[in-house]
């Protein structure tokens, strides 16, 4: 057993902590070892954490906006205190880098204070009337019951982004994290009771079987709300399974991120934050760069300092000092990128820098880049979620405006550029939902988070975040 008071084995439900007859392991992906044990809930843990949710909402809906804002203020001051052990599980469960689990810890916690404020704010309309007698209200009130299905790469920030805006409308809320890093969320859920959440209104469902478990989520009728955030494969399933219930839903869903660096972008400033963004939590990231298009006229100076920058980078166990990319999530990702690095080689792509063995362990993958990368290559053609860059080159703003945008995703993309009106033309021609303009670090509690095209749909984070969890009524009053 792991020496942390916040490590817990079982799924919290209703308030208590909930045991079963089947267990399976959690594995630190950075040597293979064993953390500890779970229980497994299954799908009587998910039908019981809704009906739990269900009964629990009338109560948490009817308090004042002030009322749950001072609870998650103190659930926010409870991870922020809690900082270092969450950092500590995170990196032992998922494998990023120390501060890396420190600042997603930080930028979870952000979430509840924003939503904690943002909650007070829902306003309602009054509409001229068209009719002297009558009189037109508009109000906003909570969907109802919240289920989540949350990744492993960003398993407390995922979870936190979605249950704040939930709970600070009004709704209860139900989570499946992902069964590789399941201790962030019930370390989550032991600090909500501390912090006074009430029972029934923040559950986490530990389960492995992923479809039956959806299926419940999706098709349950006291669910209102459905919200993911994965692959576009399994969004489009969960999709087709909520529609059974016209569930109100939001996705974030996979992305093809580019990063277009022209002849007159700063190329220390492009590089740097093209690495940032790249080799971040080992390119594990939805809003990753993951394919790098570089001016013709300026590639014979970008990537070779590019690939001296990457060079620098040390790969090793999350928890070691130094470590600037950890372990990807399983061997099964080391080979799905192998497989898609040694197909590109062989349609023509140069490998400029990678392919050394690493000793550390079989979840390690070498930072890699390849340049002479064309549009039908796997390696652009599909998203990596892995330490490696694509280096494609262009020569005018239309052909990679039209390159950029030839994916099926539309989440994220990065614009390295001096030239103003250049950027405001071409941020406002890439259908992404976020651009970062000389800038990687997009993602905000007060800004909008969400794709469009098959990258999904709603946003998470900032005024319009609250969007997704409240229903707009209309009242008429006639006769007055």
Known sequence: MLANSLIKQCSYINGQW????????????????????????????????????????????????????????????????????????LTLEQGKPLAEA????????????????????????????????????????????????????????????????????????????????????????????????PQGVFNVVIAHDAQKVGEVLTKHPKVAKFTFTGSTRVGKIL???????????????????????????????????????KYRNAGQTCICTNRIFVHQDIASIFIPKYVDAIKTLIVGDGLQPNVNIGPLISKQAVNQISAKVNKSLEMGATLALGSDELSLGENYYQPTVLTN?????????????????????????????????????????????????????TAEQLEYGMIGINDIQISNAVAPFGGVKQSGFGREGSKYGLDDYLNIKYICLGNI
């Open 373 to 425: 990368v064309t549009q039908d290559m796997p390696i652009a053609s599909d998203e990596i979620f892995g330490p490696v860059s694509a280096i494609l080159t262009f020569e005018n703003e239309q052909d990679v405006i039209k390159n950029a945008n030839n994916t099926e995703a539309g989440l994220a993309a990065y614009i390295y550029s001096e030239n103003i009106s250049r950027v405001m033309r």
């Open 18 to 89: 909930v045991e079963s007859e089947v267990v399976f392991p959690v594995v630190n992906p950075a040597n293979g070892a064993k953390l500890v044990d779970v229980y497994d809930s299954g799908l009587e843990g998910a039908e019981q954490a809704i009906e739990a949710a269900a009964e629990a909402f009338p109560y948490w809906s009817e308090k004042t906006a002030q009322q749950r804002a001072d609870i998650l203020l103190k659930w926010h001051q409870a991870i922020l205190e809690n900082q270092t052990e969450l950092a500590r599980i």
């Open 239 to 277: 999709m087709s399974q909520c529609s059974e219930g016209v569930k109100k839903m939001s996705m974030e869903l996979g992305g093809n991120a580019p990063f277009i660096v022209f002849d007159d972008a700063d190329i220390e400033l492009a590089i740097n934050g093209a690495i940032t963004s």
């Open 102 to 197: 420190q600042g997603e810890i930080g930028y979870s916690a952000s979430f509840l204070q924003w939503f904690a404020e943002e909650g007070k704010r829902i306003y309602g309309d009054i509409i001229p009337q068209t009719n002297s007698s009558q009189r037109m209200l508009v109000i906003k009130q909570p969907v109802g019951v919240v289920a989540a299905i949350t990744p492993w790469n960003f398993p407390s920030a995922m979870i936190v982004r979605k249950a704040a805006a939930a709970l600070a409308a009004g709704c209860t809320f139900v989570v499946r994290p992902d069964p590789q890093t399941p201790l962030s969320a019930l370390a989550l859920a032991e600090l909500a009771e501390q912090a006074g959440v």
